[in-house]
């Protein structure tokens, strides 16, 4: 009996103790973190100054042989050059938008409507004069449009007489003149025929939409019949669309009889 006391008392004198290998082992855990935290805080300079340096260098182009010549294109050779890289240009192996083929066609296309619009200003200038100078000056108009060059002619007695697409003798020297000046450019020929708002109403033009067309169809053949070819020439009547003028009063509705024979830009 007396030995069971004696090993329960043992056993009891060690549970008490135990606590002391935990406190043992959260002050060795706390030593450990602190040291941690302390070398985690304190930074090296010299080290951190080095690193900074060794970073410099790598990314200056200093390290490999031939960096500054790379970096300074077109430098002077040094006495004892050192061996450097080579950069070849990369050039397109086929050209594309934009390329100095590109540029030549819009430098072309832009001398080409520089000698149409030079050619324009010539004709004007020739129209004019021969206007003036035959006593057409106030039924002929020439003006240069962003469309092309247009010669509007009155047809009052001077190219038809009043509800007729036939020509009058009066007109055709005036005709003949503007068929050969445009004959010496190649560009296209609208004829378009306007009449006033006075409804006409025969038995050939019902209306003036008939009219208009038939005069245009008129001074067509004219220009056909003086060398031009077919195929440049388009004929259309308006009738009394697009007035330039009040139809209200007799002077604007004669200013709305008119022809206008156009040399269209390309």
């Known amino acids: 009996m007396a030995r069971n006391r004696?090993?329960?008392?043992?056993?009891?004198?060690?549970?008490?103790?135990?606590w002391l290998l935990t406190y043992a082992d959260m002050i060795t855990?706390?030593?450990?973190?602190?040291?941690?935290?302390?070398?985690?805080?304190?930074?090296?300079?010299?080290?951190?100054?080095?690193?900074?340096?060794?970073?410099?260098?790598?990314?200056?182009?200093s390290i490999l042989p031939g960096g500054q010549a790379l970096a300074q294109t077109g430098s002077t050779p040094s006495k004892n050059p050192t061996p450097s890289f080579t950069v070849q240009s990369i050039v397109p192996a086929t050209p594309v938008l934009g390329t100095p083929a590109g540029s030549t066609a819009a430098q072309k296309a832009a001398q080409a409507a520089q000698r149409e619009q030079s050619e324009?200003?010539?004709?004007?200038?020739?129209?004019?004069?021969?206007?003036?100078?035959?006593g057409f000056a106030s039924e002929v108009r020439v003006t240069i449009a962003q469309s092309g060059l247009q010669?509007?002619?009155l047809t009052d007695r001077l190219l038809f007489d009043s509800g007729s697409d036939a020509l009058n003798p009066a007109g055709l020297p005036l005709l003949g003149e503007i068929a050969n000046l445009l004959q010496q450019a190649g560009n296209p020929i609208d004829i378009t025929g306007y009449t006033d708002s006075v409804p006409t109403d025969t038995a050939i033009f019902p209306n003036n939409l008939f009219l208009s067309s038939g005069r245009a169809d008129t001074v067509e053949g004219f220009m056909?019949?003086?060398?031009?070819?077919?195929?440049?020439?388009?004929?259309?009547?308006?009738?009394?669309?697009?007035?330039?003028?009040?139809?209200?009063?007799?002077?604007?509705?004669?200013?709305?009889?008119?022809v206008v024979i156009e040399l269209v830009r390309t």
């Open 151 to 153: 010669v509007q002619v």
């Open 6 to 18: 004696r090993r329960g008392a043992h056993g009891a004198h060690e549970s008490e103790e135990r």
């Open 120 to 134: 324009f200003v010539d004709l004007k200038a020739r129209l004019d004069a021969y206007a003036k100078a035959h």
């Open 224 to 258: 056909l019949s003086r060398g031009i070819a077919a195929t440049r020439t388009y004929a259309l009547g308006r009738g009394a669309l697009d007035p330039v003028a009040s139809n209200a009063t007799a002077a604007g509705r004669a200013l709305n009889r008119r």
């Open 29 to 61: 855990l706390l030593m450990a973190l602190f040291m941690v935290l302390f070398s985690i805080s304190s930074v090296n300079i010299s080290k951190y100054q080095t690193l900074q340096e060794s970073l410099k260098a790598a990314f200056s182009g």
